[in-house]
């Protein structure tokens, strides 16, 4: 939590100080003028780095995520991301592993007023996502509450259920700063909830690639994105400000 507390300052600052100072700079030079800023509008594309860092840092996981949008107004955009993940669960009762890929589309809103020509995002969103994956039975061991004189049974036999889905909706909210021309760096944070899944025969779906792990939580998963993006400008629109004495 320090370092995404970290994280997030960082962000603010970026975007807050080098718009404050340049804003300043030409409100003195502009009293009582209108300034006619030309906004970028295109297409941006990235990638979740946090993904990739945790599939060399952890054996259990292998995950890679595209994510995208496209601006259609001054606050209003249409973004999704698109992904695979792999990740294995082992307990002393259980080993599972779920594979599979999944796609979310929706929209963003743009709460953050920039400072002239700046393109930085605090927002909202709303992502609908689906899921197609496999679940993988590897091993498991029955329960007994007498072990003592029981051993407990444990099957190494493999089950692998195929041709699985979910469907869910989430809710995200973000940053997305500029750091230099068109680069975006951010982070994210989804709540998320299951519309629909099927089940694998004789037990439940312990995590859904896309919406991450359910089992704590029942019908409720929670997840994060850090994110660099590169930002296509494909034409531009006047954006006029009034600047007063």
Do not use: C
């Not at 594309?45 to 952890?58: Q, Y």
């Not at 592993?97 to 909202?124: P, Q």
């Not at 993988?136 to 493999?158: E, G, K, M």
């Amino acid at each position: 939590m320090q370092r995404i507390s970290i994280f997030i300052i960082s962000l603010i600052i970026l975007m807050v100080f080098p718009e404050t100072s340049f804003a300043q700079e030409v409100q003195e030079k502009n009293a009582n003028d209108t300034i006619i800023i030309k906004q970028k509008y295109g297409l941006r594309l990235g990638g979740d780095i946090g993904k990739l860092v945790r599939s060399f840092i952890d054996d259990d996981y292998k995950g890679f995520e595209i994510t995208g949008d496209y601006r259609l107004t001054q606050k209003l955009y249409v973004a999704g991301e698109l992904g695979t993940e792999e990740n294995s669960i082992r307990n002393d009762y259980l080993d599972v592993t779920a594979k599979g890929s999944y796609f979310k589309a929706g929209i963003d809103y743009n709460l953050y007023t920039n400072w002239l020509d700046m393109e930085n995002l605090i927002y909202t969103g709303l992502r609908v996502g689906v899921s197609t994956f496999s679940q993988n039975l590897n091993s498991y061991t029955i329960y007994t509450t007498d072990q003592y004189y029981d051993t407990p049974f444990t099957s190494s036999d493999l089950h692998e259920y195929k041709g699985l889905s979910a469907i869910w909706a989430e809710l995200v909210i973000g940053i997305k700063a500029e750091i230099v021309t068109n680069l975006f760096i951010g982070i994210n944070a989804q709540l998320k909830g299951l519309v629909a899944e099927d089940q694998p025969t004789n037990f439940e779906n312990l995590f859904i690639p896309g919406f991450n792990k359910t089992f704590d939580s029942g019908r409720f998963g929670f997840g994060f994105g850090y994110n660099v993006s590169y930002l296509i400008p494909i034409y531009k629109k006047n954006k006029k400000i009034v600047v007063e004495d």
